[in-house]
């Protein structure tokens, strides 16, 4: 499968963005879905997941509360972010997992960047 994550860009702190991850393919619905970050100079890091009917969210201590995760049942999944800080600077990215595999991230889009300025 093949993501394509997008709504990324400049906002102020305090401000919100939706960011929207597109898969390819007609199967999207048989994923388990991720967000990921990686901020400059840092590793890669797990943000939030949802399971395949739309259920089962997990986001980590840091995010809960301000962020929030959700899919279609066409093709997107979706990452809603408020109360953005300038630590939440970042390269944002989608990821899929297939089933049963216990979160294996097999399949990631690209990116999209995400500034926040104070």
């Known amino acids: 499968v093949q993501l394509q994550a997008s709504g990324g860009g400049l906002v102020q702190a305090g401000g919100s963005l939706r960011l929207s991850c597109a898969a390819s393919?007609?199967?999207?619905?048989?994923?388990?879905m991720g967000w990921f970050r990686q901020a400059p100079g840092k590793e890669r890091t797990f943000i939030a997941r949802?399971?395949?009917?739309?259920?089962?969210t997990y986001y980590t201590d840091s995010e809960k509360g301000r962020f929030t995760i959700s899919r279609d049942n066409v093709n997107t999944v979706f990452l809603q972010m408020n109360s953005l800080k300038p630590e939440d600077t970042a390269i944002y990215y989608c990821?899929?997992?297939?089933?049963?595999?216990?979160?294996?991230?097999?399949?990631w889009g690209h990116g999209t960047l995400v500034t926040v300025s104070s």
């Open positions: 949802i399971g395949r009917s739309g259920g089962n």
């Open positions: 393919e007609r199967t999207y619905g048989t994923y388990d």
């Open positions: 990821a899929a997992a297939l089933p049963y595999t216990d979160y294996d991230w097999a399949y």
